[in-house]
């Protein structure tokens, strides 16, 4: 009788064992998978967002220039309310905005 425990006792080690090779040799296959996944896979661009004073001016005199774009354009369209007359303004100002940004803030980086 003891002869046969030990028998199966044997048989179960060695099914615990193939069992737990089996297991390392799939985690290994995974984590070799998600290395080759992370080495593959483009990173995303991070934009820092400028900080402090002159960041802060930067984005008052940018919401000028939009808000005197959109007036602009509105005051356009009220007065001739061409279609013809609002594009042509339209095209013209967004040929002219960067003059008036760089002429009016002194913006020549």
Known sequence: MSKERARRRAVREAER???????????????RRRALVTRLTPRPVRYARQRGL?????????AVVA???????????????????????????????PVVV??????RT
């Open 17 to 31: 064992a193939r069992a737990v090779r089996a297991n390392e040799e799939r985690q290994a296959r995974r984590a």
């Open 67 to 97: 808000l005197g774009f959109v007036l602009l354009q509105a005051i356009v369209w009220l007065v001739w309310g061409s279609l013809t007359v609002s594009l042509a303004v339209l095209v013209f100002s967004l040929l002219l905005a």
């Open 54 to 62: 002159v960041a802060r001016r930067h984005r008052a005199q940018n």
């Open 102 to 107: 760089t002429l009016a803030f002194d913006r």
